[in-house]
């Protein structure tokens, strides 16, 4: 199993099954326009996305908490363009793809509970981080299971 997630050889021979392959072109995809929403939206999806009251803040805040938000885009935006670096040319890897996303959304999880933040309503990264690690272990799950004949 070691070489399914650490192959060998790193190249563009995907052998697990086709969802969990099309779920990461899925979610490569999601991750590069939910950076540049974060970099380049004029509240960094924080208000209008996040439902942070940033109309409560000072200015200043608010401005502090959009840079943070920019930041963290930057930060999702070389993720994701290392994910199309995967996707478009060393599959191989996508295993170990399923990984790092398992381990960023469980401790995202995970520091949600001991960190909170105020917001107005609910934000659909708030429900993403209860229900992406389970998803994405399931394709990482998939992603091991090797498929002879695959259309």
Known sequence: MVN???PPVIDDNYKGN??????????????????????FKDDGGAQSIATIPLDSY????????ILIFA??????L???????????KYKSLIPLM?????????????????KTIETTGQAPGGVANYVAPILFLVMFLLSLREVQDQV
């Open 4 to 6: 399914k997630i650490l």
């Open 18 to 39: 086709k969802i969990a392959l099309w779920f990461f072109y899925l979610i490569t995809v999601v991750t590069v326009v939910r950076s540049c929403i974060h970099i």
């Open 98 to 114: 399923y990984l790092f996303l398992i381990f960023e959304y469980a401790c995202r999880f995970g520091i949600s509970l001991f």
């Open 78 to 88: 070389m993720f994701g363009l290392f994910q199309s670096v995967v996707a478009l």
């Open 58 to 65: 000072t200015d200043a805040g608010a401005a502090t908490v």
């Open 71 to 76: 930041y963290w885009g930057l930060s999702q």
